[in-house]
C-alpha cells in the first residue's frame, strides 16, 4: 500500500500475518512506525526512529481478519480491516 512518504507491506501466510513500513528515500533516522492488529487481540507495533523500515512485526491470524497501520515522519495509511 503505497502513500507519500513510502509504503506498507503486508504479507499473509496460512497462520500469520506480517507487516513492514518501507520509507520511499532510505536516509538520516526519522520517525517510523508499523503495526498489526488481528481482530480480538492486541496489537504488534515497532516504533522507533529508523533509517529505511519499521518491523517486520507478525501475529497469529488463523481465520481472524487484521488491521495494519505504518507511518514514516508525518505521512502515514491505514488497511481497515482486511485479508478476512
Known amino acids: 500500500m503505497p502513500f507519500d512518504a513510502g509504503e506498507l507491506r503486508i504479507y499473509k501466510s496460512r497462520n ?17 512506525a508499523v503495526s498489526i492488529q488481528p481482530r480480538g487481540g492486541a496489537p504488534v507495533r515497532d516504533v522507533g526512529r529508523f533509517t529505511r523500515y519499521a518491523g517486520p512485526v507478525t501475529v497469529g491470524a488463523i481465520s481472524r481478519c487484521v488491521y495494519v497501520k505504518g507511518g514514516v515522519g508525518t505521512a502515514s495509511i491505514d488497511s481497515g480491516w482486511i485479508l478476512c
Request: some cysteine; overall charge positive; hydrophobic content about 35%.
Open 16 to 32: 500469520q500475518a506480517c507487516a513492514v513500513t518501507v520509507a520511499r528515500t532510505p536516509g538520516g533516522r526519522r520517525g517510523m
